[in-house]
Structures are given as C-alpha cells and as structure tokens.
C-alpha cells in the first residue's frame, strides 16, 4: 500500500512538471509572436539631403515632407533631412542616390543633366516666360512633368523623379559694379560661377562672362578670395549663403526659373512596403505642391533681407538684351541633346 502510495505520488510530480512546462512553452511562444508582430511594423528611417542651408526654399520643401510623411504613415515612415551639404554636393548625393546610400535628395536640374542630358534645356534663360507658367508646368497632371518623369525614368539610371523643387528666380550678382545689359559683364571682365553644365558655361560666356564650374556653398570663400568675381543664383540661396557679406551689386535679371527636383533613390522605392507606396507618393507630390506655393513669398522676403544689408539692387535691367543673345539656344539645345518632346510641353503652355 505505501508503495503504491508513493508511485501515485510520483506520476502526479511528473504531470504537474509537464503541465508547467506546457505553459510556459505556450507563454514563450506567445511572447515572440508578439515580437515577430513588433517587427513587422519597424520604423522605416530615410535619409534626405540637400546642398542649401536651413531657412531657405529646399530645406523648407524637405522639412515639410519629413512632418507630414511621418504624420500620414502613422509613424511607419520618418525622415532625417542633412543639410548644407552633409551628404556631399549635388553631383556626390546623386551618385548616393543611384548606388541607394542615399534615399532622397534635391538636385538642381543642370546638375541632374549630367545623367540626363536633356534637361540641360531648363538651364537656357527665360525659357519659362513668368512664374504662373513655370508653376503650371510643373503640376503633376500637366504634360511637361509627366515628359520630365518620363525622360528620366527612361534613362534607367536609378533615379525615381518625385515632385519639383525651385529656388525662384535667379538673379546676377557681382563684386565689381552694377549690371544691367551683357555689355556691362564684359566691360567689367567678370568671372562667374556657373554649375557643372554646358549649356550654363555657353550662355554665360554669350552674356560676356568668363565662367567656371564650382559648387554653390565654395562661392563665398572663392568670391572673399578673388577666384571668381559674380554668381547667379536666386535671392533666396543668395542671401542664405551671405553672398552679399562678399559682393554688393545684385541686378534683377529674373533669367531662370530654376527647375530642381526632388528624387528618391530607385532602391529605396523598391523596398518600400506596396501598402506605403500610395502615401509615399502622395505626400512628396503634396511636398512639391507646398513650396509651389511659397515660392514667391521666400523670394519677396530675401530681396526685402538683401535691401537691409545694404545690397546695390538693380531692378532696371534690360532682359531683353540678355534673351535676344540666346534665343537660338532654345532649338538648339533642344535638339543636341534629343529634348525637343520637352521643349515642346514648353511652348504649348507659353
């Protein structure tokens, strides 16, 4: 009897040591299911650079995008924005993008040119003939965008075109005196300079210019220093980057409205979740839409901020003498790099 007593003894120790490992087996699993799920709705970090300083036009299209962007996806998605050049210049952030180190990032359109030759026709002065036309044209429904997004997704060069960013208007700037027709660039022996792109250095040496290639935020210390003596560039980036603490004449050509664009990396949409893409695409359209929008109001606070420094601005510019030096250009350019399509959707909204 007392045998048997201690046998059921026994067997009722090893159900209840099984029972107990049971549930704690189940608690286990039940503990990392809940992790896996956690994992599932990881944070997805993008990177966004851009030359320009903070306080100016780009920074403002990027920081828009990373409070919405994160405000839309519930948190699923943030954006980290490096400014002033902390992911590199231009042409550097857009080998980044195409290699994927790089997710997002504002890139000027005769930067963008060196890839995609074609968009060296935004780089031709007063193509777009006023604001309300370069703003229509650049709305995602209208035919000269989709040409552009086409264009560049056609060179299959990594590159997805997102939304349009802008500087405004650009102007000429200079440490010598004031200008008001290309006469007054030769007269003054001016070196300029222009980003890394053909058409630029063409049109500045029509206007008289002597140009030379360099990254906007050298141009202070290059200016301070004697190696170049002018610069073109909206009052914006201009006054974001203190050119006027280095050269005093501003005159208000209004030759270019600048065409950049805001471009994601094509590995970095690939591996955004098919759920996400519809959001992502959206709020970065939205992100271009917004600084459309402001555009005008940033430029008018610039010239304000360059009047207050003391800047020698003039408005009485000649811009048809400019325009009348490089109309061929427009042909021309157009059909040396296969961009007659977009020169086209050009003239159709003019």
Known sequence: MFKLKKILIMVLCVMFFLTACGTSKVKKEDKEGKTDNAAKVKTITL????????????????????????????????????????????????????????DLAIIGGANLASVVPELQLLSVPYIFKDFDTFKKGLSPDNKLWQTLVKTIEDKNVGLKLMAPATIGSRWFVNTKGEVRTPDDIKKLGLKIRVQANPTESKVWSAFGGNPTNMPMPEVFTAMQQGVVSAVENAPDLLYQYKI????????????????????????????????????????????????LDVTLDFQAKAIKDLENTGAVITT???????????????????????????LKAINEIQ
Do not use: C
Not at 248 to 270: E, G, I, P, Q, R
């Open 244 to 291: 006027h603490e280095v050269a005093k004449y501003f005159s208000a050509t209004d030759h270019n409205w600048y065409v950049a664009t805001l471009l994601m990396s094509d590995k970095t949409w690939n591996k955004i979740p098919e759920d996400l893409k519809t959001i992502v695409k959206g709020t970065i359209e939205d992100a271009g839409k917004h600084i």
């Open 47 to 102: 990177s966004a650079g851009t030359e320009a300083v903070k306080g100016s036009l780009y920074y403002e299209e990027l920081d828009y995008l990373a409070k919405e962007m994160e405000k839309r996806t519930d948190g699923k998605i943030k954006i980290n924005i490096y400014p002033a050049q902390e992911l590199g210049s231009e042409i550097s952030m857009m080998e980044g993008l195409r290699s994927g180190s790089i």
């Open 316 to 342: 009485d510019v000649n811009k048809e003498a400019f325009r009348s030096l490089i109309v061929e250009l427009y042909d021309e350019v157009a059909k040396a790099n296969s961009a007659e399509d977009i």
